[in-house]
């Protein structure tokens, strides 16, 4: 199995612009979640999805931030404005049978906001 | 105090030593895991474990419920297990959480 994808897996972009970051989870699993680490917060959860379905966007930082899962094998993390703080790696995860199994990690995207 | 702690946050060895981070948690647990980050960034899982030892290859992970503690254990360390080993653990009252340790920096020298 390829593992979980993403991409890009480095972005720099100018503040107030629009990214889009995309994950392709590994075949068969129907957990996905969004993670961001920074130095200051390490790994915080952004969203989890099961089935498809957005169970817990608590850790969505503010309205900026937006994420979609189309379909089993597709998900995006839509930042729309962004800013500088949003800069860090934000890692996509799968999992099967719920969070209840080990999450397997994306490379990661490294995000620069300048 | 965070609900998760690991200790030490940085270790430096000689290649061959034995390593030990230990992880201690404040909250009702059903699983306890063990992952890596590589220096390049990526993150594997090593364990899952809600009780006793699980060992693979040179790695062993260990977990007290009783005593809210877990190790993790390498032996014959070699340069290529630097990395940043973190510690995060599944609260009773959530299937997909997980509260994460702040990490434990291990760097082995040749």
């Known amino acids: 199995d390829a593992g979980v994808i993403q991409s890009p897996r480095h972005e720099v972009t100018e503040m107030g612009q629009e990214v889009t970051l995309r994950c392709k989870p590994i075949?068969?699993?129907?957990?996905l979640f969004w993670y961001r680490q920074t130095m200051m917060r390490g790994l915080e959860l952004l969203i989890y999805?099961?089935?498809?379905?957005?169970?817990?966007d608590s850790g969505m930082p503010e309205d900026r931030f937006s994420a979609k899962m189309p379909n089993a094998s597709f998900s995006t993390l839509k930042i729309q404005p962004s800013e500088p703080r949003d800069s860090a790696v934000y890692f996509c995860?799968?999992?099967?049978?719920?969070?209840?199994?080990?999450?397997?990690f994306g490379p990661g995207t490294r995000l620069t906001v300048t | 105090k965070n609900e998760v702690e690991q200790s030490p946050q940085n270790l430096t060895a000689q290649e061959g030593e034995f390593i030990t981070i230990n992880c201690s948690y404040s909250?009702?647990?059903?699983?306890l895991h063990w992952l890596q980050q590589h220096p390049g960034g990526g993150i594997v899982s090593l364990f899952m474990?809600?009780?006793?030892?699980k060992k693979h290859g040179r790695l062993i992970a260990t977990i007290n419920i009783q005593e809210k503690h877990s190790s993790l254990h390498i032996t014959a360390s070699h340069p290529r297990d630097s990395a940043v080993y973190i510690c995060?653990?599944?609260?009773?009252?959530?299937?997909?959480?997980?509260?994460w340790g702040a990490g434990t920096k291990l760097i082995i020298k040749p």
């Open positions: 474990l809600s009780s006793g030892k």
């Open positions: 995860a799968s999992s099967p049978t719920g969070g209840v199994r080990e999450q397997y």
């Open positions: 995060a653990a599944r609260p009773q009252d959530s299937n997909y959480q997980l509260i």
């Open positions: 075949s068969g699993h129907n957990s």
């Open positions: 999805f099961n089935n498809n379905v957005p169970i817990d």
């Open positions: 909250v009702g647990i059903s699983a």
